[in-house]
Every structure is written in C-alpha cells, then in structure tokens.
C-alpha cells in the first residue's frame, strides 16, 4: 500500500534541545496529522492540518502542512522528560477513498 | 467523558483458537477503524466501517473479522486464519463528514496486545 516516509527512524538528544522530524510522500495529501504514542498505550493526537502552507501550534510542538503538499514537519521545542514517544505522523491521499495512511514513527528518546 | 474503550489490555491465547477484541465508543462517531501494530512499524489497517452494519476490508484483513451491529461498537476478532496474530491492536473512530477535513481526524483507543502462545 501507499506509504509514507518519515524521518528520522529514531532520535537521542539532551534535554532542552530542539526536535525536527518529517514526513514525505510522492501523493497529494489534504490533510496532515501529528500523533504521539507511549508505550503500550493508544496514539494521541497532537496536530491536525489541511491547507498548503498551514502552520499550526499546540504549546512546545508546531506543525506544518508543506506547500507542495507532499509533506509535513513537525518541531518540538526545549524538549522535556516527558516528551519520550514515538511520534507518527498519518496523510489523506487527496481525492482518494483511502484512508489514513500511518508513517513508521520517530522514536524520540531525551536524555537528562 | 467520551472516549473508546477496548477490552482486554492483554490477552492471551493458544494456537488455534479464535479471539475477540472489544472495542465501544461514546463519540457519536459513525466511522471505527481497527489497525494492527508490529514494533518498529507504523499502523497497519485491517478494517473499518462508516455506518452500521457495513464494513471495508482495510490493507491486512485476511484472517481477521469484523461485525457492526451499533454505532457505539466494532468487535474484532482474530481466526485461526491469521498466521502471525501476535501484536498490538489499536481501535479508533471518526466523524464521517464536517465543513471542514476535520473529519480525517483518528482518536483511538488504549490498545489491546494479544500474544498467541
């Protein structure tokens, strides 16, 4: 099936750095979505965007729908303890009856 | 406070034997999705449905049934079918249509991880 590549696989970094990921795909998407999985739980929605260009906030974390819309990053700022997880992102292929299509997650891990 | 359920949080079962997932929500959402998670991989769908009692097979649905007798539940169950049932096994729901694509927006539940000895 349709896939999307989301990078990087997996992160070490010091508390209070910044964190940058991202998603790509050769499909059009309408919309974007930023979810934040711990373990042996449900993934949480984080970030939700649908227009080209879109820039979008949630505290320490923001979201943005690339202009060709074929991909999406998402930053996490002064990272935290807490803010371990794998993070995926999920794309609706525009114009298609498809459903979400799932990256492969970014396992981020923040040292102290 | 809404939100989706799913039953058991682990459960395990021989070879061979058929199990059911629970899976209720109180979103009033019309669509539930169950999607199947291996380490190291992304979510894979196995099936979903927009209304009662229709469904779609998703991407990975052989050895895998579904039933949608209400709105509010999405029973999955694992056959003997299925040669590799051991994972983690999300539930999510969505609205169906809005004015916006809000619609396209997941919410899942907490998982269930069935190991098959």
């Known amino acids: 099936g349709q896939q999307l590549n989301q990078s990087p696989q997996s992160m070490f970094i010091q508390e209070g750095e910044d964190v940058s990921m991202n998603c790509t795909s050769s499909s059009i998407f309408n919309t974007w979505l930023w979810y934040k999985q711990e373990p042996g739980e449900g993934p949480v929605l984080l970030i939700a965007?649908?227009?080209?260009?879109e820039l979008t906030s949630n505290g320490r974390l923001t979201a943005q729908f690339g202009i060709t819309r074929k991909d999406s990053f998402l930053n996490i700022s002064a990272s935290i303890p807490s803010d371990v997880g794998i993070y995926f992102c999920?794309?609706?292929?525009?114009?298609?009856?498809?459903?979400?299509?799932f990256g492969s997650g970014t396992q981020l891990t923040v040292l102290p | 406070d809404g939100g989706i359920t799913q039953s058991p949080k682990y459960l395990f079962r021989k070879e061979g034997q058929n199990v059911t997932l629970s899976c209720e929500q109180n979103l009033n959402h019309d669509a539930m999705y169950w999607y199947r998670q291996d380490p190291g991989q992304g979510l894979r769908l196995i099936y979903y449905?927009?209304?009662?009692?229709?469904?779609q097979k998703g991407d990975i649905a052989e050895g895998y049934s579904v039933s949608r007798e209400k709105k509010e539940s999405f029973p999955l169950t694992v056959t003997s079918a299925q040669k590799n049932p051991t994972a983690f096994y999300l539930c999510a729901s969505s609205r169906l249509a809005g004015g916006t694509y809000s619609y396209n927006e997941q919410f899942f539940g907490p998982g269930t991880r069935l190991t098959v000895l």
């Open positions: 999920a794309g609706k292929i525009s114009g298609s009856a498809r459903q979400l299509t």
């Open positions: 965007l649908y227009k080209a260009g």
């Open positions: 449905s927009q209304i009662v009692n229709d469904f």
